[in-house]
C-alpha cells in the first residue's frame, strides 16, 4: 500500500533505528567455505527460531564471511546454502547475548539424485522435451501460475493418464488448454519427469550487492492456505488474504503475533459463484475467495472477493466488514489499487471488466472492456450463463465439455489482471494477460484507448514515479518498460539462473524513492530487481524451496515483502506458507552493529 500516515513514518524510524542491535539478541559472525577450503560467495545463512516459525537469512561475502543479529534465543539452528552443494546446519545455543562465532562447511552432493532434488523447479522444466515449440508456450502460460511446476510434489512420474488427470483438474481453476495441447503436454511431462536425476549448475550471480541484503520470513496459515496476497498497511501490520479460506492473515513483524480473522459468512455454497468448477477440495473451503488489497486514507483495506463477485471493506480498527455486490454478471474481481481520490479500481477477469467504487457515495461502475476479436466476445456474452449452469453440477465443471476452448485455447479470453494508476495524470491502466494488451482509462470520461505489447503474458503491472508503466511478461520471461507519453516499449529478457532455463516474473513493484522494479521470479526461488538506470538485474535467491510469490509491497523503511503463495503451499519447502521480507541493507547494518559491538570498551 502506497500511503502511510505520518505517526507511523516516526514508528518505523524507530523500528528500523533498532534493527540492527545487538541487545537482547542472538548474534551470529563466521564464514563459509566450499567444500575444497574456498570460500562460498553469496552462500545463505538462516538462523531459525526455536519453533521454526520464523527465519532470518544474509548472504556471505567475498571471503565467505557473513555476520547476522536476531531477536531469536534458545536452542537455534543455523543453515548454510548455496546452489549446487549439500546444506551445512548446525544447532547451537543462544542463551547468552554474546555473538557466536559459527564456521560452516558445505558438502558435496551425496549423489546425482540428491543433486538434483535441490535444483529448483525452472532446472526440471527445462528438460521437458516438447513436440512443438508452441507446446512449452501454452505450458508456461497454463501450467506454471497457480504453483511451480517441477518441484518434488508435482514432478513425481505418472503415466500419461494420470497426467490428463491432472490437467483436467487444473482446467476446474481456469487452465485453457485444447485438447491437442492437453495431450501434447501430457505426453511431455510423461517422459520428462520420470524420476531420474537432472543436471544442472545453476549461478544465482554472487555480488557485493547481495552481500549487503538481509530476509526474514515468517509462516503463517497452515499447508492449505492459499494466501495470494500480502499488503503493508498503515499501521505496519502485513494482511494476506487467504483465498482457499475465506480469512485475513495478519502478522505484526515486530512481535511475531498472527492473527486469523475470518471474512464475514456467505449464502453462496463452497466456491461461491464458481462452486460449478472442480476448485482444489481441501484448499478452497469458502465462497468468498478473497484476492486482492488496497488501503484508502481512512484506514479501510479493500478486498476483491473473486468467487462471489463482491468488493468488502475492512476497518482494522474496530475489525468489522462492510460488503458491496458488484452489478450485472461481473466474474472474478482481481487486483484493486486506489487512486488519490480514495477511488477504488479493480479488474474483473472472467469477464473482462473493470470496476470503480467511490466509497464516500458507495457508487459502483463497471464498465465493459473492448473485446479484442469475435471468440472473446463469444466468451465475454456466454460465459456468466454457462457459468450459472454449470454450478447446478458442483464441482463437475460443466461448462468446459462445451467451451470453445478446447478447441482455440486461452486466446478465447482476455483476462484483464494487473491494474495501477499513473501518478503524473490519474489515469488508470489495466493489462489484458490472454489478450496482450494494456489499457489506459480516463478517470473523468472513463473513455478506453488500448496498446498491443510486444510480449505475451502481461500480468501485474505498476507505474514508477515518472510515469513509466513497468509490466512482467510472464509468458516469456521478460520485462517491459512502456512509456505512456511516447507510446513506446522498451523490453528486457531477465537471465535465467543456467543455460535453457526460462523463468515466469508474476507481479511487479516500483520502489518509487530509488525507481528500481522488483519482480518475482517464481520457476527459480528467486526475487529479482532491475535497476532503470543501468539496465541490470540482481538476483535474491530465496532461503525457501518452492517460493511462489504474488504483489510486492513495500514497507516504510524500504524492504520489499509478499506472500508465499505456492498452490499447494504444503509443497513449499517446510509445508506451510509465509510471509518474506528482503532488506537490501540489511545485512549490511548487522555487519556493522557487530563490528560496533566488538570494538566497543568493555564495561564492567
Same mark, same amino acid.
Given at each position: 500500500?502506497?500511503?502511510?500516515?505520518?505517526?507511523?513514518?516516526?514508528?518505523?524510524?524507530? $523500528?528500523?533505528?533498532?534493527?540492527?542491535?545487538?541487545?537482547?539478541?542472538?548474534?551470529?559472525?563466521?564464514?563459509?567455505?566450499?567444500?575444497?577450503?574456498?570460500?562460498? &560467495?553469496?552462500?545463505?545463512?538462516?538462523?531459525?527460531?526455536?519453533?521454526?516459525? !520464523?527465519?532470518?537469512?544474509?548472504?556471505?561475502?567475498?571471503?565467505?564471511?557473513?555476520?547476522?543479529?536476531?531477536?531469536?534465543?534458545?536452542?537455534?539452528?543455523?543453515?548454510?546454502?548455496? %546452489?549446487?552443494?549439500?546444506?551445512?546446519?548446525?544447532?547451537?545455543?543462544?542463551?547468552?547475548?554474546?555473538?557466536?562465532?559459527?564456521?560452516?562447511?558445505?558438502?558435496?552432493?551425496?549423489?546425482?539424485?540428491?543433486?538434483?532434488?535441490?535444483?529448483?523447479?525452472?532446472?526440471?522444466?527445462? *528438460?521437458?522435451?516438447?513436440?512443438?515449440?508452441?507446446?512449452?508456450?501454452?505450458?508456461?502460460? !497454463?501450467?506454471? #501460475?497457480?504453483?511451480?511446476?517441477?518441484?518434488?510434489?508435482?514432478?513425481?512420474?505418472?503415466?500419461?493418464?494420470?497426467?490428463?488427470?491432472?490437467?483436467?483438474?487444473?482446467?476446474?481453476?481456469?487452465?485453457?488448454?485444447?485438447?491437442? !495441447?492437453?495431450?501434447? @503436454?501430457?505426453?511431455?511431462?510423461?517422459?520428462?519427469?520420470?524420476?531420474?536425476?537432472?543436471?544442472?549448475?545453476?549461478?544465482?550471480?554472487?555480488?557485493?550487492?547481495?552481500?549487503?541484503?538481509?530476509?526474514?520470513?515468517?509462516?503463517?496459515?497452515?499447508?492449505?492456505?492459499?494466501?495470494?496476497?500480502?499488503?503493508?498497511? %498503515?499501521?505496519?501490520?502485513?494482511?494476506?488474504?487467504?483465498?482457499?479460506?475465506?480469512?485475513?492473515?495478519?502478522?505484526?513483524?515486530?512481535?511475531?503475533?498472527?492473527?486469523? @480473522?475470518?471474512?464475514?459468512?456467505?449464502?453462496?455454497?463452497?466456491?461461491?459463484? &464458481?462452486?460449478?468448477?472442480?476448485?482444489?477440495?481441501?484448499?478452497?473451503?469458502?465462497?468468498?475467495?478473497?484476492?486482492?488489497? +488496497?488501503?484508502?486514507?481512512?484506514?479501510?483495506?479493500?478486498?476483491?472477493?473473486?468467487?462471489?463477485?463482491?468488493?468488502?471493506?475492512?476497518?482494522?480498527?474496530?475489525?468489522?466488514?462492510?460488503?458491496?455486490?458488484?452489478?450485472?454478471? +461481473?466474474?472474478?474481481?482481481?487486483?484493486?489499487?486506489?487512486?488519490?481520490?480514495?477511488?477504488?479500481?479493480?479488474?474483473?477477469?472472467?469477464?473482462?471488466?473493470?470496476?470503480?467504487?467511490?466509497?464516500?457515495?458507495?457508487?459502483?461502475?463497471?464498465?465493459?472492456?473492448?473485446?479484442?476479436?469475435?471468440?472473446?466476445?463469444?466468451?465475454?456474452?456466454?460465459?456468466?450463463?454457462? $457459468?450459472?449452469?454449470?454450478?447446478?453440477?458442483?464441482?463437475?465443471?460443466? $461448462?468446459?465439455?462445451?467451451?470453445?476452448?478446447?478447441?482455440?485455447?486461452?486466446?478465447?479470453?482476455? &483476462?484483464?489482471?494487473? @491494474?495501477?494508476?499513473?501518478?503524473?495524470?490519474?489515469?488508470?491502466?489495466?493489462?489484458?494477460?490472454?489478450?496482450?494488451?494494456?489499457?489506459?482509462?480516463?478517470?473523468?470520461?472513463?473513455?478506453?484507448?488500448? #496498446?498491443?505489447?510486444?510480449?505475451?503474458?502481461?500480468?501485474?503491472?505498476?507505474?514508477?514515479?515518472?510515469?513509466?508503466?513497468?509490466?512482467?511478461?510472464?509468458?516469456?520471461?521478460?520485462?517491459?518498460?512502456?512509456?505512456?507519453?511516447?507510446?513506446?516499449?522498451?523490453?528486457?529478457?531477465?537471465?535465467?539462473?543456467?543455460?535453457?532455463?526460462?523463468?515466469?516474473?508474476?507481479?511487479?513493484?516500483? #520502489?518509487?524513492?530509488?525507481?528500481?522494479?522488483?519482480?518475482?521470479?517464481?520457476?527459480?526461488?528467486?526475487?529479482?530487481?532491475?535497476?532503470?538506470?543501468?539496465?541490470?538485474?540482481?538476483?535474491?535467491?530465496?532461503?525457501?524451496? *518452492?517460493?511462489?510469490?504474488?504483489?510486492?509491497?513495500?514497507?516504510?523503511?524500504?524492504?520489499?515483502?509478499?506472500?508465499?503463495?505456492? $498452490?499447494?503451499?504444503?509443497?513449499?519447502?517446510?509445508?506451510?506458507?509465509?510471509?518474506?521480507? @528482503?532488506?537490501?541493507?540489511?545485512?549490511?547494518?548487522?555487519?556493522?552493529?557487530?563490528?560496533?559491538?566488538?570494538?566497543?570498551?568493555?564495561?564492567?
Amino acid at each position: 500500500m502506497n500511503r502511510i500516515h505520518p505517526a507511523f513514518l516516526f514508528l518505523g524510524a524507530l $523500528l528500523s533505528a533498532g534493527s540492527a542491535s545487538t541487545a537482547g539478541a542472538a548474534s551470529f559472525t563466521g564464514t563459509v567455505t566450499l567444500p575444497d577450503g574456498r570460500p562460498a &560467495f553469496g552462500a545463505m545463512v538462516s538462523v531459525f527460531n526455536g519453533e521454526y516459525t !520464523q527465519k532470518q537469512t544474509v548472504y556471505t561475502a567475498e571471503d565467505g564471511s557473513y555476520a547476522i543479529v536476531t531477536p531469536y534465543k534458545g536452542s537455534l539452528t543455523l543453515r548454510a546454502r548455496l %546452489a549446487n552443494y549439500d546444506d551445512a546446519t548446525t544447532t547451537v545455543d543462544a542463551s547468552s547475548d554474546a555473538t557466536s562465532r559459527s564456521d560452516l562447511v558445505l558438502a558435496a552432493f551425496a549423489d546425482t539424485q540428491a543433486a538434483s532434488d535441490a535444483l529448483s523447479a525452472s532446472a526440471h522444466n527445462a *528438460v521437458l522435451p516438447w513436440k512443438r515449440a508452441d507446446d512449452r508456450h501454452v505450458f508456461v502460460s !497454463q501450467c506454471n #501460475y497457480c504453483h511451480q511446476v517441477g518441484n518434488s510434489t508435482t514432478r513425481a512420474p505418472r503415466s500419461h493418464d494420470a497426467w490428463m488427470d491432472t490437467i483436467r483438474k487444473m482446467e476446474g481453476y481456469f487452465a485453457m488448454v485444447t485438447r491437442v !495441447q492437453a495431450n501434447h @503436454i501430457a505426453t511431455a511431462m510423461e517422459k520428462g519427469f520420470d524420476g531420474q536425476p537432472v543436471e544442472a549448475q545453476q549461478d544465482y550471480g554472487a555480488t557485493a550487492d547481495l552481500a549487503r541484503a538481509k530476509v526474514e520470513e515468517w509462516t503463517v496459515g497452515d499447508g492449505f492456505s492459499f494466501i495470494h496476497d500480502m499488503d503493508v498497511a %498503515a499501521d505496519g501490520r502485513f494482511y494476506g488474504t487467504d483465498e482457499g479460506h475465506d480469512k485475513l492473515w495478519v502478522l505484526d513483524p515486530s512481535t511475531g503475533e498472527v492473527e486469523a @480473522i475470518d471474512l464475514p459468512p456467505s449464502d453462496l455454497p463452497r466456491g461461491g459463484l &464458481f462452486s460449478g468448477m472442480h476448485l482444489p477440495i481441501g484448499i478452497f473451503t469458502g465462497a468468498h475467495g478473497p484476492h486482492s488489497m +488496497a488501503q484508502t486514507t481512512d484506514g479501510r483495506i479493500w478486498i476483491t472477493n473473486a468467487l462471489s463477485s463482491t468488493l468488502m471493506s475492512f476497518d482494522p480498527a474496530t475489525k468489522q466488514f462492510q460488503t458491496y455486490a458488484v452489478p450485472g454478471d +461481473a466474474l472474478y474481481p482481481h487486483t484493486v489499487r486506489v487512486d488519490k481520490d480514495d477511488i477504488v479500481w479493480f479488474t474483473i477477469v472472467s469477464s473482462n471488466q473493470v470496476g470503480r467504487f467511490d466509497p464516500k457515495t458507495e457508487q459502483m461502475t463497471v464498465m465493459r472492456l473492448p473485446h479484442n476479436g469475435f471468440f472473446r466476445w463469444i466468451s465475454d456474452m456466454l460465459f456468466p450463463t454457462l $457459468l450459472r449452469i454449470s454450478s447446478w453440477f458442483p464441482d463437475k465443471s460443466f $461448462l468446459l465439455d462445451f467451451s470453445h476452448h478446447r478447441f482455440l485455447g486461452y486466446s478465447v479470453l482476455a &483476462f484483464p489482471y494487473g @491494474i495501477d494508476v499513473n501518478p503524473k495524470d490519474g489515469s488508470v491502466w489495466y493489462a489484458k494477460l490472454y489478450a496482450n494488451r494494456i489499457g489506459r482509462i480516463d478517470p473523468k470520461t472513463l473513455e478506453i484507448t488500448e #496498446y498491443e505489447t510486444p510480449l505475451s503474458g502481461p500480468r501485474r503491472p505498476r507505474f514508477d514515479a515518472d510515469g513509466i508503466f513497468w509490466i512482467p511478461s510472464f509468458n516469456e520471461g521478460a520485462l517491459m518498460r512502456f512509456d505512456p507519453a511516447t507510446g513506446s516499449f522498451e523490453t528486457f529478457k531477465i537471465p535465467g539462473v543456467a543455460p535453457g532455463e526460462y523463468e515466469t516474473p508474476y507481479a511487479l513493484n516500483v #520502489y518509487r524513492p530509488t525507481g528500481e522494479v522488483w519482480m518475482a521470479a517464481n520457476n527459480s526461488d528467486r526475487v529479482i530487481r532491475f535497476t532503470p538506470a543501468t539496465k541490470t538485474f540482481q538476483s535474491y535467491p530465496s532461503p525457501t524451496r *518452492v517460493t511462489v510469490l504474488r504483489d510486492f509491497s513495500f514497507t516504510i523503511d524500504g524492504r520489499v515483502c509478499s506472500s508465499q503463495a505456492n $498452490l499447494p503451499a504444503y509443497a513449499i519447502e517446510g509445508g506451510v506458507p509465509s510471509y518474506l521480507c @528482503i532488506d537490501p541493507a540489511g545485512g549490511e547494518r548487522d555487519r556493522a552493529a557487530l563490528a560496533a559491538a566488538a570494538a566497543a570498551p568493555a564495561t564492567k
